[in-house]
């Protein structure tokens, strides 16, 4: 059996990232299924910077879109198997209610199951300027074991466009899941 990866885009500016990892994710021969949840904000994100809808992300292969009010969906339980989550962009929101063990919803439960079971989970804060709040929320949910990973990207591979940018930031994002695939914007001495 392949791997199994939920991917959650909420309210933040970043969508194109998730974008990017979610392609990644859903062309990669070593995946089965990627769970897909939108918060409603994430939603208007999604299209106001992509042009996308959730419709378009649920065609692609692999992707099975979850509605992000179901608290009884499979992924927001840990004897349901799956191989990690990441949540890119991770609003400011989003990161304070995992920190705070608050699940009102399907990412923060499914982001808690994470946490409990040992999964792989990667917070991709996309916030600034961070205020206290924010960086001891950051800290908190690293000491709790999730990968705190801002959007950052890295300019040494001389990309030329903006989808360049997404998949060198996606190429990390995957590798922190175990899914380490050849690309050749990765860094050369």
Not at 131 to 149: F, P, S, T, W
Request: aromatic share 4%; net charge positive; proline share 5%.
């Amino acid at each position: 059996m392949g791997l199994r990866f939920t991917l959650a885009i909420t309210g933040a500016s970043g969508s194109a990232f998730g974008v990017a990892v979610l392609r990644r994710m859903s062309a990669s021969p070593a995946v089965d299924s990627v769970a897909l949840l939108l918060s409603p904000t994430g939603k208007r994100c999604l299209l106001d910077e992509t042009g996308l809808t959730p419709k378009d992300l649920a065609a692609l292969p692999k992707v099975g879109l979850r509605d992000e009010r179901d608290l009884g969906a499979d992924i927001s339980s840990g004897s349901y198997r799956h191989d990690g989550m990441v949540i890119l962009p991770c609003s400011a929101g989003a990161l304070g209610r995992i920190a705070a063990g608050v699940s009102e919803s399907l990412v923060s439960r499914a982001a808690d199951v994470c946490l409990k079971e040992r999964r792989p989970l990667v917070l991709c804060l996309r916030e600034t300027p961070l205020n206290r709040i924010h960086l001891e929320n950051m800290l908190r949910v690293h000491d709790a074991g999730a990968v705190v990973m801002p959007i950052m990207p890295g300019y040494y591979s001389g990309q030329k466009e903006l989808a360049d940018l997404f998949d060198t930031f996606a190429t990390r994002v995957l590798d922190q899941l175990g899914l380490r695939e050849d690309d050749p914007r990765r860094w050369k001495a």
